[in-house]
């Protein structure tokens, strides 16, 4: 491409892009001040009067650091024991106990509820057991919403603490017990300072999930409101303006996380010292009784793990109204999975979910595409911020983009850059694929920056054109990682919670919306199908992505 | 006969930076001309715009009479041998040197015969199947040679094609291209920094210095008569010694050389000048011996080192006069820690004399 046509596509690109990501949030802040009326601090100064305002900003902050620190004590030594110990079945452990990062938050919440939930297995299991009047526990505040983030968001210490041991050069630690350090001093004055920025980068990853998530504090919170559930509460209750300013307060936390994060980079500082030596070499367990042990460990911790998933498989066998007061389901068919099939009512949802998912995917793959091969083109100023706008949705919460868009899109004034876009089946299909541009274009950041100019370069000079060098050279170099991009794409499209719910209408309803509505009318059974579903669908993307970019 | 290839006043400038400046080259039909170097004297960025990669801010590109200067690579019709192979990947050996028939959708059976005529011009028959990476590196060049060659480009362009193999292998590879080009009698433009390689393969050698020609000539030329002290220090090895032009066409030399005395040292003026001017003396090592006493116009000094080399011993001389020499002479000429005198051997190699740039005072 000419130079000035790549400036005009590079400008074209990053004003769709703005428009997009950035407008809606800038609509919503302008809304959000009084605008266009008039500048005026008021909405502010109301979230500032109300009590419940700051109750649910401060619990928010501290449910995330609690989040991290639990995730952190999961996440760290499980990476450990699977990076530094050799038992049999340590592969595919090591490769199931990352899953829960690919499975749709709310699935994970079901799932958990039919586990540890007041009718769940293991209440029901206890309750037989002791021959107790009422459920022993019931799962909800604070100490559910943790449990499911400690649960889920480990994942991230686990994934940040193995990439950074298997960078960590063997000859450091040799040259540590060289100086005459123990295993005990070698731990804690060599490998921990070297993983400093992969567990900050961890740490502020869980921090941001923690603070965006939706799921587990909707189904678990009852009363105890965070500031997503908080969003979605004053949005229901017509509370606009409320919800904007609530929007705007978590989105500038949001920020201030992704500015920190920038600041780490834990991707690139966990390498020390530029050459890369050899990982430290896995230790074979040999006395028999210790291999036994990590064994047993391993696969207990990975059972306890995936034990929501299969309790979830399993209700989706139960057929509705049979289990009652027992403690194991009498009744085990497949007649969930019937009805779904043969009521269209039901499978209206799997079938919006599919086609929106794949809308979504296709259109964040090419916009995603372009404005990383514009943005590592063109450089400098245009090329930073195409990068720049690519990675904003990553940062902001589902909630602030779903206000952000229901604002900016619910009127009309082509003038404005404003449609209406809110009640029309265009509006999710938009949403999710905002919400996944991070994920094909970061991919596809990746995969070009891999690439050696000189073999575009090659297929000109062998005569090839534009269209030929790019389909039979680049796009065949760059699919591992557009396939990556696309596949974790789809997964976040698929399962959406947090932006549906905002933003569905009854005939655009996605699986996860549908999966909330049967368990309000006790149809566990159907849920869990919804839930069976979505999971294997995504257990499959998550192995195209994990083939094609190996941790 | 009209040159293959012309270039006219090419500049090229990346932002504030001067790459390449009123560059102009001829190359022969047949020729190969290798561009020699140091690192970042514009050798790629040439290339590249004969290539097409880049744009030249001014200037023209003519092939065989027919301008090219902003056609774009793919219409060129030009080989590439890229620095670091450049190979395809996600395509087999076959398919890599299979590439660029069929851009120009020549016939399949074609392109099949032309892939079994090429490989084993670079002796890589039965490699057709293999991937890329499952090739050695001294293979690998050969397929990106095979792969350049297969659609019988007018021209041939190589960037430092052997700088990514080890020492051992490169000797080996670059008979192995030289033969292959010469076998073709492809016109070559071959592009390394350094000189042994350059003088092996090029039958002529073009010296860029800093974006500029330095001197366009056989390596016979650039070694006897270097035009400048570039040339001179740059190809073989070289000592220079400030001095000042004295009335009878030699060179003053020493501590007293401003009085019009000195060491009267014979040289071969590059350019015209004054009795009087400062200029500079390269000398070479095979234009000096060592004498044991002081006869006539000598310099003296002591032995700092001696390296055995084969073909010759160097011994390096520290002068009283102060700066060093290198002069090279029989094993058993001298020891180090030796007093020596160095004495001209102007039939052998003359020294030759140079301009001084102003403020480069000794
Ligand atoms: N695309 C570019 N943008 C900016 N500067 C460039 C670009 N390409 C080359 N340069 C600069 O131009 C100068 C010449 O570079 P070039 O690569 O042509 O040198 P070279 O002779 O091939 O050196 P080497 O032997 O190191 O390969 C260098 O100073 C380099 O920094
Ligand atoms: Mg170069």
Redesign the pocket.
Same mark, same amino acid.
């Not at chain 2, 170097?37 to 590249?48: D, E, N, V, Y």
């Given at each position: 491409m000419r130079p000035e046509a790549r400036r005009i596509a590079g400008y074209g690109v990053a004003a769709l892009l703005t428009w997009l990501v950035g407008y809606p949030l800038l609509i919503t802040l302008m809304e959000a001040l009084g605008l266009p009326r008039g500048l005026s601090l008021e909405h502010f100064a109301e979230f500032a009067r109300r009590p419940d305002e700051w109750q649910a900003l401060w619990r928010s902050l501290w449910i995330s650091a609690a989040s991290v620190a639990l995730a952190g004590a999961v996440g760290i030594p499980l990476a450990f024991v699977f990076a530094r110990t050799e038992f049999p079945g340590r592969r595919i452990l090591g490769a199931l106990v990352a899953l829960p990062v690919a499975l749709p938050p709310l699935v994970g919440v079901i799932a958990f509820l039919f586990l540890y939930g007041e009718s769940g297995f293991v209440s029901r299991g206890l309750q037989s057991l002791l021959g107790l009047e009422q459920a022993p526990w019931r799962l909800s505040g604070p100490a559910a919403i943790l449990l499911v983030h400690a649960y889920s968001m480990y994942v991230y210490f686990y994934l940040f603490t193995r990439a950074g041991l298997a960078r960590l050069d063997v000859a450091m630690l040799e040259a540590s017990a060289s100086l005459g350090a123990g295993r005990v001093a070698t731990l804690f004055r060599v490998t921990l300072p070297l993983l400093t920025p992969a567990l900050v980068g961890a740490s502020l990853l869980t921090f941001m999930t923690s603070l965006a998530s939706f799921s587990a504090p909707y189904i678990f919170g009852g009363g105890f409101r965070v500031m997503t559930t908080q969003i979605v509460a004053s949005k229901l209750n017509g509370e606009l303006s409320m919800a904007q300013v609530e929007t705007v307060t978590l989105a500038i936390l949001a920020f201030l996380g992704l500015w920190a994060m920038r600041r780490v980079d834990p991707g690139r500082s966990v390498v020390v010292g530029g050459t890369r030596g050899v990982a430290p070499s896995r230790r074979v367990l040999r006395r028999p009784l210790v291999k036994a042990g990590a064994a047993t460990l391993g696969w207990g911790l990975a059972l306890l793990l995936l034990l929501p998933h299969l309790t979830l498989l399993l209700i989706s066998f139960v057929p509705p109204g049979t289990w009652t007061v027992e403690a194991l389901p009498p009744v085990l068919d497949t007649s969930n999975y019937e009805s779904l099939i043969s009521t269209p009512e039901r499978l209206r949802p799997v079938v919006n979910s599919v086609w929106m998912a794949i809308a979504a995917t296709v259109g964040a793959v090419v916009l995603g595409l372009a404005a990383a091969r514009l943005s590592l083109k063109l450089r400098g100023r245009l090329g930073g911020a195409l990068e720049t706008l690519l990675s904003i949705p990553w940062a902001v919460p589902g909630t602030v983009f779903a206000i952000s868009l229901a604002t900016a899109f619910s009127v009309n004034a082509p003038a404005m850059g404003r449609v209406v876009l809110v009640g029309t089946p265009w509006i999710l299909p938009l949403a999710y694929l905002v919400r996944s541009l991070p994920l094909t274009g970061r991919s596809s950041l990746a995969g070009l920056r891999q690439l050696d100019p000189a073999v575009e370069e090659a297929s000109a000079s062998l005569g090839a054109g534009r269209w030929r060098t790019w389909r039979r050279v680049t796009l065949p170099l760059l699919r591992p990682a557009v396939a990556a991009g696309a596949s974790l794409a789809f997964i976040t499209a698929l399962g959406d919670f947090v932006t549906s719910i905002v933003l569905y209408t009854y005939d655009t309803r996605p699986i996860s919306i549908e999966i909330l509505s049967s368990l309000r009318l006790q149809e566990t059974g159907v849920a869990a199908v919804y839930g069976v579903l979505l999971m294997a669908v995504s257990a499959t993307a998550f192995l195209v992505w994990g083939r094609e970019e190996r941790i | 006969m009209p040159p293959f290839l012309t270039l006219t006043d090419l500049d090229?400038s990346?932002?504030e /930076?001067t +790459? #390449?400046e009123d560059l102009s080259l001829e190359v022969a039909e047949g020729e190969v001309l290798v561009?020699l =170097?140091? %690192? =970042? %004297?514009?050798? @790629? @960025? #040439? #290339?590249?715009m004969i290539a097409g990669f !880049?744009r030249p801010d001014a200037g023209t590109i003519v092939v065989a009479g027919e301008e090219v200067t902003s056609e774009p690579p793919e219409k060129r019709n030009f080989g590439m041998v890229f /620095?670091h192979y450049a190979l395809f990947p996600h395509l087999s050996v076959e398919q890599n040197v299979a590439f660029g028939l069929e851009s120009r959708r020549v016939p399949k059976d074609e392109i099949h015969r032309r892939v079994a005529e090429l490989l084993p011009l670079v002796d890589l028959e039965g490699f057709e199947k293999r991937r890329v990476h499952e090739i050695s590196g001294g293979q690998q060049q050969r397929v990106a040679l095979a792969r350049a060659l297969a659609p019988d480009p007018r021209l041939l362009l190589l960037? !430092?094609p052997l %700088?990514n193999l080890d020492p051992t292998l490169r000797e080996r590879t670059r008979r192995q291209l030289r033969r292959a080009i010469q076998q073709i009698g492809i016109t070559a433009l071959w +592009?390394t920094?350094e000189q042994e390689e350059a003088f092996d393969v090029g039958d002529r050698v073009a010296l #860029?210095n800093e974006?500029r020609l330095e001197q366009v000539g056989s390596p016979e030329e650039l070694y006897l008569e270097p035009r400048s002290r570039f040339v001179a220090s740059f190809v073989g090895r070289a000592s220079s010694l400030p001095g000042v032009m004295a009335d009878d066409g030699r060179v003053l030399i020493g501590d007293n050389r401003f009085r019009g005395r000195g060491v009267r040292w014979p040289g071969v003026a590059s350019g015209s000048f004054a009795p009087g001017d400062e200029v500079e003396l390269m000398l070479r090592p095979q234009g000096l011996s060592l004498a044991d006493r002081a006869a006539g116009e000598a310099l003296e000094g002591t032995v700092l080192d001696r390296r055995y080399a084969g073909e010759a011993t160097y011994y390096l001389i520290e002068l009283e006069i102060g700066g060093e020499l290198l002069v090279a002479a029989l094993p058993d000429s001298s020891r180090v820690g030796a007093r020596v005198a160095v004495v001209p051997r102007p039939e052998v190699s003359p020294a030759r004399i140079f301009g001084r740039p102003r403020g480069d005072g000794s």
């Open positions: - | 090229k990346f932002g /930076q +790459v #390449l561009l =170097g140091p %690192s =970042g %004297s514009g050798k @790629t @960025t #040439l #290339l590249r !880049e /620095q960037d !430092e %700088s +592009v920094h #860029l974006g």
